[in-house]
């Protein structure tokens, strides 16, 4: 068996967690310009004030920045500085074989704490409730690569 095939469960767990994190990551840059065009403000740069068939009617206080956009940016910003080192450890993950249990545990953990980090955010939780969310994905992608280097190297 190929440990990257679909004939290894833990490559498949991979792939649906892997999967689910990068539409998460594309989904936040699209709810982003949603809500940008929702406002019809919050754009990011001065060249977004060119005239064009979504802004027709580009003015100075559409540089403003909005919370409602902002708040948005900041949970795509947060999933670039998280999701990456899980796609790539986990990867390096399912090289190092582990038992399937133990798989399924961190990368679906994983995508819990991220999916559940993206409601408190969206939800205005206190920066405790997101930490340990965060903290908790931070956790299982340390105890990935610890697992990997123990293989690497024992």
């Not at 833990?10 to 406002?39: H, N, P, S």
């Not at 919370?67 to 948005?72: I, L, T």
């Amino acid at each position: 068996m190929s440990l990257l095939s679909t004939e290894n469960p833990i490559f498949v767990t991979y792939m649906i967690a892997a999967a689910i994190m990068v539409l998460k990551i594309m989904g936040q840059g699209w709810m982003t310009v949603y809500r940008m065009l929702k406002i019809d403000g919050g754009l990011a740069s001065p060249e977004d004030l060119a005239p064009g068939p979504f802004n027709r009617n580009p003015r100075p206080e559409q540089l403003e920045p909005k919370d409602y956009v902002e708040r948005s940016r900041r949970m795509h910003r947060n999933d670039l500085e998280n999701i990456p080192a899980f796609l790539a450890c986990g990867l390096l993950f399912v090289a190092a074989a582990p038992p399937l249990v133990l798989a399924n545990v961190l990368m679906y953990g994983f995508v819990a704490a991220r999916l559940a980090h993206t409601g408190a955010y969206a939800t205005r939780r206190s920066h405790e409730v997101r930490a340990t969310f965060y903290t908790i994905g931070s956790l299982i992608v340390i105890v990935m690569a610890i697992y990997v280097l123990a293989a690497a190297l024992l």
